[in-house]
């Protein structure tokens, strides 16, 4: 089963034409779901194919406008290519005031239902949930509210070994009984162990993704050991102090952040348009944390 | 003296990844009009070389998203690039709160002036005037209100034929009233009449741009005899009832239009996502006139 992401749009607040905005899809199996949805991000989607009706559940950080300012236009053109399938957003309440007043203003009614989860209403640790995955908030520190997300693939089935139906003759109503831990006992009477009979089911997959911060331990605490972290480091650590005044986190210190957390790989972005190359950034925070990659525009990233 | 156009977008409003939506700069010797603004418009200014920082007066056609979905990414950029300068938008109303909200929300305070001008109170025939130009309004015909921008050159100075300072030894400070129509007299006592020193003004240029709306013969009068038109032709004339159902022009029309009005070059674009090829679009439209082209992103058309 895919459990991947795709990187439509990785700079910061200033866009360079090489660099787009904040936003991403993580693919899991069939679903698509949206993490951040800056401007540009519908054309981004047609560039790297990604399909929009796959996505019904859309998840934004914050509200600052190279991580929501795209989320208009998608949804208006989803609304042109006749889409009617129920469509969730996950985000702070003021992006529905947004999104309903500029509809209305341009006459809008559209085809299919749209459903705002306000971040404000989060109770516990759980934002969402389907068969195929958990979200769970990622408490993050920026100069307004900001949500970061972590998403947890779900139990994943146990399988039989191949070839076992055939040699032990398994008869396809048995199937789910061995799987649940049943012994089986074929024709001649014999007794078949489950655990001789199926695998163990894989590990879970995790990935996290934390747009704009202040470096922050509770972040740490949150993400550890997720397979996959995505990280923003606007600034490298000789601006530390920007970084705080604008409530970021230098690569310095997502790198030690990775570490600390033992996660498995780290990606990092979101950087200030004044670094014209990613490499100085990627080698500070490989001082910490080895395991760390640019996560570059238009590439896919096997979470495993 | 410039007077030319640069495309940045001309999609309609579905995008695809090889179209933009609307969003076009006049350029007048140093000065940036920029007229409509598309989602992505900041990115394509920075692909084709616009420097934000000169336009001083934007021109917001309607409201529906392909038109100004754009601004909102572009007037955060100016702040965050240190735009202290003043900047007028000319939109219908409902723009300014769609923008302030926006900004309210992300706790943005623009370091720089942002004056709103209002369709709903353009009275009689003038939107904007400067030193270079006139901003007249025409009205077009769409689902929600909409206005066209017809630019016209301010008359251009009289210039004093080549080599006649040195060859009539004329003191600098004679020259301005040579060229309001005053005779010179050289220091033998030589009269030399105005008329023989100087060159009548250049003509002056014009250029309409009517976005999104259904054919309609006021159009006609309004453009009439413009060096340029851009005009939308959505649709090919089979999709005709489509186009009157949308509020849109089919190619066919526009061509009419620029025949009957008697323009010098009409330039074409929004077209439908439907259509992949722009040639079927512009070999009907040269059907009535000969002098269409497609308006090409990225491409430049100097009003002569």
Partial sequence: MHFEITILGNGSATPTFQRHPSAQVLRVDDRVYLIDCGEGTQMQMGRYKVKSHR??????????GDHYLGLMGLL????????TTELHIYAHRELQSIIEYQMEVSHTRLRYPLVFHWHENIKGHSLFEDDHITVEPIPLEHRIPCVGFLFREKPRPVKLKPGVVEKYRIPYEAIESIKSGSDFT?????????????????????????????????????????????????FMHDLLERANETFHTTSLQAGMLANNAEIGKLLIG?????????????????????????????????VE
């Fill in 186 to 234: 074929d024709s001649q009477g014999n007794v078949i162990a489950s655990i001789d009979l199926t695998m163990p089911p894989s590990r879970q997959r995790s990935y996290a993704y934390c747009s704009d911060t202040l470096y922050n331990k509770a972040i740490e605490q949150k993400v550890r050991k997720v397979d996959v972290l995505y990280h923003e480091t606007t």
């Fill in 55 to 64: 996505i019904m559940h859309i998840f934004i950080s914050h509200l600052h």
């Fill in 270 to 302: 979101h950087f200030s348009a004044r670094y014209s190359s990613a490499t100085p950034l990627l080698e500070e925070a490989r001082m910490h944390f080895p395991n760390a990659e640019v996560a570059e525009e238009g590439m896919t990233y096997a």
């Fill in 76 to 83: 208006s053109s989803m609304h042109l290519q006749g889409r």
